[in-house]
């Protein structure tokens, strides 16, 4: 083990490893609003938009997130499609797929409200998606809070799939570390320690959010 | 006030109601009595559509039933107390009350605010507005609830056994406030098992089994003369 190697290349990682945290945080940003979506066309009233929702979840979720990242940054540029970077396939990528596994958290979360609240709503003259927008969502996003942390750690993790298309993130850098130096053992060691701080680290701040959530419950 | 003509409901291949008829006048109460599965909650239900009819007609303040806007419109009208409360947990007392005035009637929130304080008042709750449901006991949480289906005016006011989910020494704290409502005249059609309330506030006493109605009359005449056997029954298990 050559400490000194990693000590001098952990600012390099470093700087991987930030990239890898908004790469991230973009992927579970962009992929709520598109779970949001998606979980309400799940559970809507319309067959049509279920459909649609299941289709695409069942897509994401059903292939792997590395067949996903060539299909965006290689296929859609057969098709005209030029996505300018390999990052921003990245965060394609990882919002795409992110957003079929909170869809399906978020339509657990609407689907655990106790159905007299939308029966005291629209008895109220509320309509559908009032109801949905004042009552039934706010309740759910609360229940949401603890998989969606599992979601963001599991994305984190994921991200390092991202290396394969050469994006500058944790992952890259380690493989390049390991290219120049030869010494894969501290190179990727290096990186899995980062990824554990970094893990470790948001499974702390969800565990905190919900204590706060369970203390003042229901509010 | 409510016209209710041959109403069917059916459950996949459970009838639950069988050609029931009800009409319900203006100031009038109502009260459902009859065993647990005649039917009376589902009739109720019924009303304002939380349940969808397999056949029949129903009627409220000359507005059928029959279209997604009439839905919407009646359902302002008709003001729907639940078993089990339903308040939002999330919202304080006041803001459960205010919501739907702002939302549907487009009231201001200090006018819903006003108009909130005054209700809370009325149930005995003017302390509680800032309250959240599961600071409440289970009274209190249903007077919130009864406050919060006035905030929208209704012209008929809709009770699906109100008291069923209470703690014994609570029922009466309730009952009081509907028996207040009563005699302002509210329109009221009160499913329960309260056989003292129908007796005393009741103007007509419904008796459904099957999902039948069986017998209808004054309290008088339901209590004191009844003349179908299974409605002697009934009364013989609860008086």
Redesign the interface.
Known sequence: MNWELIVRYLPYLLEGAVLTVQLTVMGVAFGSVLGVILGLARVSPFRFLRWLAIGYIDFFRGTPLLVQIFLIHMGLPQLGIDLGSAINSAIIALTLNSGAYIGEIFRAGIQSI?R??M?????????YL?SMR??IL??AF?RVIPPLGNEFITLLKDSSLVSVISAEELMMKANVMQGTTYRPFEAYLTAAAIYLILTLTISQLVAYAERRLKTG??? | MIRINNLYKNFGSLEVLKDVNCHVQEKEVVVVIGPSGSGKSTMLRCI?K?EDATGGEIVVDNIPLNSEANI?AI??E???V?Q?F?????MKALDNIT??PM??RGMSKDEAVVIARDLLNKVGLADKADA???QLSGGQQQRV?IA??LA?RPKVMLFDEPTSALDPEMVGEVLGVMKDLAKEGMTMVVVTHEMGFAREVGDRVIFMDEGRIIEEGTPEEIFNNPKNERLKGFLSKVL
Request: cysteine-free; hydrophobic content about 35%.
């Open positions: 106790d007299g609240q029966e005291a709503a629209r008895s109220l003259g509320m309509s009032q004042h009552i706010p309740q609360k419950d229901s509010h | 304002n939380l919407n359902r302002q008709v003001g729907m639940f089990r339903n308040l939002f947990p999330h919501l739907a939302k549907v959240y449901p599961d609830a919060r289906a929208m």
